[in-house]
């Protein structure tokens, strides 16, 4: 029972941490929308840009970029989604890439089979992301070295058709009900030509709808699904499934939803796991890093959540090895001193929580519930002096 409880504690601390944000990550939802003058189509083509709903207030930290095809289509409900999620997957600065004539954008071949030309098709789109959207996002913003492709449909035949022809263009590749049937099954013969081969430290996430009236669209997926199992070497990181109970359409959000899940499944680290052995901290965040290619830097709330729940569990060793921790990750933010304060009082030493208190104030905005916060607390220390 009692671990039941502090389960049911942390949860309620996490849900009130989650509900600080709420406001702004409603906030993100309207995405920046940028034209670029493009030497590969000879025309200013649009993309949209999603932040995250702390990026202006940490200057330092940088971001995983998820790119989306058909932008107008899937920014909407993707875009909140992906903030929404922030703390149980990585924050992500969001892209989307309009494409307005799908059919001639997306698919590397035309509707008999034939191939589109280099400077047409598939190819052309790709090219576009890789020497005009991508420069513009890492040169714009503050941007991680980790990237996802998503796409749906025939943006799911895109996806598919760059992880086989050119996949270190991204990390991980998510096709979501994609149009593997298209063309006469054409990118299933390339798949299986160049599946064996793959690049190590690449995952690829594919959903398709269970049910369908499409006869050749579950025929193509199954198809996959059996090459996958036969020829994927063991070092490709992947996860694909029909689901059942879906169609076309709501895969785009759910497959998306679980190709993030997956891409960064255990990013949550539980406080009763450091509990006796704080340095699991550190082997987790470890184990991150190795898997995704770059340094996974633990998400603020999660540094704060876990340490008012070791503080008030008395597990005051572990604390203050969580509280160095996020110091140095946060070196200007209050919390982490508002914490340690706290966790001085809680072992009955005032004075050692004078400074931290006082820290806490120091780097709090003026008149925010952070600096009145901290200035409270400063008071209710003087007091026990």
């Known amino acids: 029972m009692l671990g039941i409880f502090k ?54 930290k940088i971001y995983p970029v998820i790119y989306l095809t058909d932008a107008q289509m ?22 989307g890439v309009q494409t307005f004539d799908r059919q001639n954008e997306l698919s590397p071949y035309r509707e008999d089979g034939r191939e589109f030309s280099k400077h ?12 005009e959207v991508k420069p513009h996002i890492n040169s714009t913003y503050r941007t991680a070295p980790f990237e996802i492709l998503s796409g749906h449909s025939l943006g799911g035949l895109f996806t598919m058709f760059t992880f086989t022809r050119y996949p270190d263009s991204f990390d991980a590749y998510f096709a979501l009900s ?81 190709g993030l899940r997956h891409t960064f499944r ?50 005051y060793d572990e604390a203050h090895y969580l509280i160095k921790k996020w110091q140095s990750y946060y070196p200007n933010q209050s919390a982490p001193h508002y914490e340690l304060a706290q966790l001085y009082i809680a072992q009955n030493d005032p004075h050692r929580a004078v400074e931290s208190v006082s820290l806490a104030i120091e780097f709090a905005k003026p008149n925010s519930r952070q600096y009145r916060r901290s200035k409270d607390l400063q008071q209710a220390i003087k007091n026990k002096l």
């Open 7 to 60: 389960f049911s504690s942390f949860i309620q601390l996490l849900m009130l941490l989650l509900a600080l944000n709420v406001t702004s990550v409603i906030a993100t939802q309207s995405p920046h929308i940028t034209k670029i003058k493009s030497k590969v189509y000879g025309v200013d083509r649009e993309i949209m840009v999603s932040l995250p709903s702390g990026y202006h207030q940490d200057k330092d």
């Open 266 to 315: 255990d990013w949550w680290l539980f406080s009763n796991a450091m509990v006796g052995a704080p340095e699991k901290f550190d082997a987790h965040y470890k184990r991150l890093s190795t898997r995704l290619g770059y340094e996974v830097i633990p998400e603020f709330n999660e540094l704060w959540a876990l340490t008012a729940y070791l503080i008030r569990e008395q597990h």
């Open 178 to 258: 994609p149009t593997l049937a298209y063309a006469n099954f054409s990118i299933l013969s390339e798949l299986e030509a160049k599946l064996s081969r793959v690049p190590k430290n690449k995952i690829l996430v594919a959903y398709s709808e269970q049910e369908t009236p499409f006869e050749n669209q579950y025929k193509a997926f199954n198809q996959f699904l059996m090459l996958l199992k036969a020829q994927a070497p063991d070092w490709l990181d992947s996860q694909a499934r029909f689901i059942s109970g879906e169609d076309h359409m709501t895969i785009a959000h759910l497959g998306l939803y679980h």
């Open 74 to 95: 899937h920014i909407p409900h993707a875009a909140p989604m992906i903030q929404f999620l922030a703390g149980g997957i990585s924050e992500l600065i969001v892209v």
């Open 120 to 131: 047409q098709g598939a190819e052309q789109l790709l090219k576009f992301i890789e020497t």
